[in-house]
């Protein structure tokens, strides 16, 4: 399925959903940020995504990490919450999405790193790489949020 992301576009299409979802910077030993490319737009981005009934937030953050990278991670801290209205994401199945994100920070603590589905490559990045990836302007602002060691989240 294909994935579409708008950020302030007049043109973009109106949400029929709204969805709570986590994502999470996971760091390794040397700083490096763990990103997967995702295979439904082709652009770099955070482990994540929606929340289900039974999950809490955190959780929802640890299990979204697990089945897109197979690593087990535990939830460090909290980057920030992102719920910007300009920001729509359309799938090619007639979805048309608002997100509300939480984003943490998160530490492996087992698993393999394992390609799933929905990536065409992961690997852990420097932070001085970022710049030069393709991203969307939604991932790039949560990894500059938690690149400035803010004391206290994020709240957007």
């Not at 709570?20 to 439904?40: F, K």
């Not at 535990?74 to 799938?91: K, S």
């Not at 030069?132 to 949560?142: E, I, V």
Request: glycine letters at 8%; a negative charge.
């Amino acid at each position: 399925m294909a994935r579409t992301e708008y950020y302030d576009d007049p043109h973009a299409p109106k949400p029929n959903s709204m969805v709570v979802a986590a994502s999470a910077v996971v760091t390794d030993d040397h700083g490096r940020i763990l990103l997967q490319r995702r295979r439904d737009n082709d652009l770099w981005a955070l482990p994540g995504g929606g929340m289900d009934l039974g999950d809490s937030l955190p959780g929802t953050a640890v299990r979204e990490v697990r089945e897109e990278t197979g690593l087990d991670v535990e939830i460090t801290g909290l980057v920030g919450t992102y719920t910007d209205p300009r920001h729509i994401i359309e799938y090619s199945d007639g979805e048309v999405r608002r997100q509300f994100n939480v984003c943490f920070t998160a530490r492996v603590i087992g698993g393999e790193l394992a390609i799933s589905h929905e990536s065409t490559e992961l690997r852990f990045v420097e932070p001085v790489e970022l710049d030069s990836l393709p991203m969307h302007h939604t991932q790039r602002l949560r990894l500059n949020h938690f690149l400035q060691h803010r004391a206290t989240p994020y709240l957007g």
